[in-house]
Structure formats: C-alpha cells, structure tokens
C-alpha cells in the first residue's frame, strides 16, 4: 500500500500535513511545535474512504512522520493522537466563487450541523 504524506503549509510553529493513500485523500495530520521542547498534533483520517483494515499502515506511516520530525526538532516531549471518523467540511472559503452564509448548528449529542447557502 503506498501511503505518502504532503506537507501543505510549515511555518515556525507548526505544519499541516495532507495523507494521501494510493493519491487518494484519506486525512490530514497537524503538528504544533517549540524546538528543543515540545511537540504535539492530532492525525485525522476520514472513515468513509479509510477501510478499518488499512487504518494501522496509514497511522504508522503519520507516526513515523511524527518521529522523524520529533528528531529533527530535538524536542523533549511528543505527544500525538490519531482519530478516524466521517470528516466533514465546516469551512471552504476561497476555492469557489460568490458569497456564502454558513449556519452551524450544534446537537444535544454533541455532533454539529453546518449549512452553507449562496447568497447570490
């Protein structure tokens, strides 16, 4: 299984990493950082393109990314965590035209609700 992850954007501070599998989107992972100190993230892959039997490949593959960058760093403490569930979208701005409203709505459950209308 070809599992590559894509650094979208670094700054001093921290990345956002794109996870792709076989060029198939499958998650994101973002880590914040303090060289020499510490080092802490949340790799999120999405259930619905992510089969549960290829969830640990790609999790090792973000882990040993983690690793890698924790050396490099030479931090102290890294922490990172891995969730899988149906990712959804609260937020795209910039890759369409026209104006948007967004409604969000958060449920008893805990879940949230986002509703984008075109104002054109």
Same mark, same amino acid.
């Not at 992850?5 to 990493?17: D, I, S």
């Not at 490099?72 to 965590?81: C, F, I, P, Q, T």
């Not at 449920?107 to 054109?120: A, F, L, T």
């Given at each position: 299984?070809?599992?590559?992850?894509?650094?979208?954007?670094?700054?001093?501070?921290?990345? #956002?990493?794109? +996870?792709?599998?076989?060029?198939e989107w499958v998650g994101d992972a973002y880590f914040v950082y303090r060289?020499?100190? /510490? /080092?802490?993230?949340? +790799?999120?892959?999405?259930?619905?393109?992510?089969?549960?039997?290829?969830?640990?490949?790609?999790?090792?593959?973000?882990?040993?990314?983690?690793?890698? /960058?924790?050396?490099?760093?030479?931090?102290?403490?890294?922490?990172?965590?891995?969730?899988?569930?149906?990712?959804?979208?609260? /937020?795209?701005?910039?890759?369409e035209d026209g104006e948007y409203a967004y409604t969000v709505e958060f449920?008893?459950?805990?879940? #949230?609700?986002?509703?984008?209308?075109?104002?054109?």
């Open positions: 299984m070809e599992i590559r992850l894509r650094p979208e954007m670094r700054t001093e501070g921290g990345e #956002m990493v794109t +996870i792709y599998r076989h060029d060289e020499g100190d /510490l /080092l802490t993230g949340t +790799i999120q892959l999405d259930s619905v393109v992510v089969k549960p039997s290829d969830y640990s490949p790609i999790v090792e593959a973000a882990r040993s990314y983690a690793e890698d /960058l924790a050396d490099a760093l030479a931090v102290e403490e890294a922490v990172v965590a891995s969730s899988i569930g149906d990712v959804k979208t609260v /937020l795209d701005v910039g890759m449920k008893p459950d805990g879940s #949230m609700q986002v509703e984008r209308k075109n104002m054109e």
